[in-house]
């Protein structure tokens, strides 16, 4: 056997187990010792630019990942850092900004610090908690438990988009961001799917186009 082989023979041995498998299944992993905030982990988003937005635990304090650096920036929760159950989502907007939810109130990252935006409310919209938020473009979708909203950050404005009643899923329960800008809502029976308003087509067909749903109804066996 050449000595280069022996050597990696020997490497190979006495690599840690987390090594090998890190680069054989393609997996690469961050924690405290990367720059992260802490290594418990309670939620992430993505943004259009590829990087992540990790909220951690009873911690006053959140990671933004760009798969090479580490960033800290303050965590959107105000009040009790010791309770989890309201924690939602951070989503990358455009530029340096995201958004989210705390305390069932609409925050955006300004980059430095995170805001209370009031919705400038519409006909539809009732005052009930705010749920998930979830940046489209220049828009930000926002889930209540009876209606999916539009959100125009820069006029303050709100446009229903679609009601719960309107469905066959149940009242809205939660959201995530798509692949291509579009959104998936979980209702109480079913899946809903959300997308934007699609360049060239006009507003009655982009009606009809924009919602797919799959619920419990639809399926015989389920019932």
């Known amino acids: 056997m050449k000595r280069s082989a022996q050597i990696c023979l020997v490497i190979a041995c006495l690599a840690p187990p ?20 802490e290594s418990y982990s309670l939620s992430i988003g993505n943004g259009s630019d590829g990087r992540v937005w990790i909220r951690h635990g009873s911690v ?13 920036i303050p965590e959107p929760r105000w009040g009790s ?21 705390a305390n069932g109130k609409l925050e955006q990252f300004d980059g430095r610090t995170w805001n209370m935006r009031t919705p400038i409310s519409d006909v539809n919209a009732g005052p009930s908690p ?7 473009g220049d828009r930000v979708m926002v889930l209540y438990a009876d209606q999916l909203v539009e959100f125009t950050p820069a006029s303050g404005a ?3 988009l679609k009601r719960s009643r309107e469905t066959t899923i149940g ?3 939660t959201m995530a961001a798509g692949f ?26 982009a009606q009809g186009m924009a919602w797919t749903q799959c619920s419990v109804s639809a399926i015989p066996w389920a019932i």
């Open 130 to 136: 705010i749920l998930e938020a979830v940046p489209v």
């Open 180 to 205: 291509q800008g579009e959104v998936f809502i979980a209702g109480a029976i079913g899946i809903g799917q959300w997308w934007p308003e699609l360049p060239g087509v006009s507003p009655s067909m």
């Open 171 to 173: 009242p809205f329960r």
């Open 158 to 160: 709100l446009r229903t």
């Open 81 to 101: 850092l010791f309770s989890y159950r309201d924690v939602r989502r951070v989503y990358g907007g455009t530029a340096n900004d995201a958004w989210t939810v």
């Open 60 to 72: 006053k304090s959140m990671t933004v990942l760009d798969g090479y650096s580490a960033q800290t």
């Open 18 to 37: 987390a090594m090998l498998a890190q680069k054989q299944a393609g997996w690469r992993f961050w924690d405290a010792s990367d720059g992260m905030v």
